[in-house]
């Protein structure tokens, strides 16, 4: 497997140093192929005008002025030449004599007249030509040379940028606290993208474990009562007969819907206006004899209160609350229960021991005691304040030595 940094800073930049290379070979060839054939057309043009003036000035003077022209033509162009006359029988050679020449016919009075050989190769054309070829090249590959090492340049900075972009998401994927501004639109996408799945998960593994803290707490209470059910049986102060069986029965049942909730994805809440005076008497209604087997009574102020929740979360709070009196509350003979109007106001007070500390900080700390005592690990407060919470509501715990007062408050 390939490093994306390696692959950036040497496969890259080789790949665009031999295509820029490449273009710039093809451009000079180009360059020189066309330079080729505008001399070639120039030369062409040269000797053709060149006979033509020797023809002109055969038939319109005489042959000594021709080869006069002719020998001038010579000097100036710097070009050989070598004239034979088929008629007159003279003829005319440059002191170099041409080598690679090209042989052209010269017609005069009706006939053909002299044979003209013209080498161009050491011209003042084809000299001054290779000076600018030569020129050209020099400048032509400064140019490129500068052009390389710009390319070269300005293709490191931006690997560099993504290099810098890539450790910048690793560095906040590593530390999501760690955040800085990224150059290049993709990487902030990518982050933003992972930053909302990491966020996704967070929450949904908040809520898995919310869930499972409040549906193993749930279960607390149905054992209970199996229990005392259990005892009183032992004891003798229950007789086994079909009502016993019929309640034990029914805690079964309820053990048994709320184990699959621990796995099975939440269903929507059904929230709707529900009486809170008649929840809680139908709820203590179940507890009471759960309470009187410890000798716990209740004193009960109730107002008609109406809330809009679901009837399970309002229960729950009521179980979590009432179920810490139970097991943890050993001084308590008496609970004390009020509910008022306008705004919801549910207080629960019971006789100590108190509540402690350290687990009112950890409530505050968000975080349930990992310290196990008799006094429990406050998850069902937990519980309770979330459920509280996702209703708008207030959780308020005053404790002293001889007390607890738990109050809860709903919005109007």
Excluded: C
């Excluded at 080789?14 to 505008?38: C, E, G, K, P, S």
């Amino acid at each position: 497997m390939r490093k994306l940094e390696t692959f950036l800073r040497k496969r890259v930049i080789l790949a665009y140093t031999l295509f820029y290379t490449l273009v710039f070979i093809l451009i000079n060839i180009t360059f020189v192929w066309l330079n080729v054939r505008y001399i070639d057309a120039t030369i062409d043009d040269q000797n053709s005008s060149l006979i033509e003036m020797m023809e002109h000035l055969i038939e319109e003077r005489d042959e000594a002025t021709a080869l006069l022209f002719l020998e001038h033509y010579g000097h100036t162009h710097s070009v050989y030449l070598r004239y034979e006359g088929l008629i007159s029988q003279d003829s005319y050679e440059t002191y170099e004599a041409p080598t690679q020449y090209d042989t052209y016919t010269i017609y005069a009075h009706n006939t053909t007249y002299a044979v003209l050989h013209i080498d161009n190769v050491q011209s003042t054309l084809i000299q001054t030509n290779t000076r600018f070829i030569v020129s050209f090249n020099v400048i032509f590959f400064a140019v490129f040379l500068t052009g390389l090492f710009v390319l070269q340049l300005y293709i490191r900075h931006q690997t560099t940028r993504i290099i810098d972009d890539m450790g910048q998401l690793k560095k906040h994927i590593q530390n999501l606290k760690t955040r800085e501004a990224y150059y290049f639109d993709d990487f902030e996408m990518i982050d933003q993208a992972f930053e909302e799945k990491i966020t996704a998960i967070e929450s949904l593994k908040k809520a898995h474990t919310k869930k499972i803290r409040t549906l193993t707490h749930d279960i607390k209470t149905p054992l209970t009562i199996l229990k005392t059910m259990l005892e009183g049986l032992e004891q003798e102060r229950l007789s086994l007969n079909s009502e016993t069986l019929s309640s034990m029965l029914e805690e079964i049942d309820v053990m048994n819907d709320l184990i699959p909730r621990i796995i099975e994805t939440p269903e929507p809440k059904l929230i709707k206006k529900h009486n809170a005076k008649t929840m809680i008497s139908d709820y203590l209604n179940k507890i009471t004899p759960l309470f009187e087997s410890r000798s716990i009574a209740f004193d009960v102020s109730l107002e008609d209160a109406h809330l809009d929740i679901e009837a399970g979360d309002f229960i729950r709070i009521l179980d979590h609350l009432l179920m810490n009196v139970y097991h943890h509350a050993s001084d308590t003979k008496t609970v004390h229960l009020d509910l008022r109007a306008d705004p919801l106001t549910f207080t629960l007070k019971d006789e100590g021991p108190a509540i402690k500390s350290r687990i009112i900080e950890a409530l505050n700390r968000d975080l349930p005691s990992s310290k196990s005592s008799k006094q429990g690990t406050g998850i069902g407060l937990f519980v309770v304040r979330d459920i509280v919470s996702e209703y708008g509501g207030t959780l308020t715990i005053d404790t002293t030595q001889h007390h607890n007062i738990i109050t809860i408050t709903f919005p109007s």
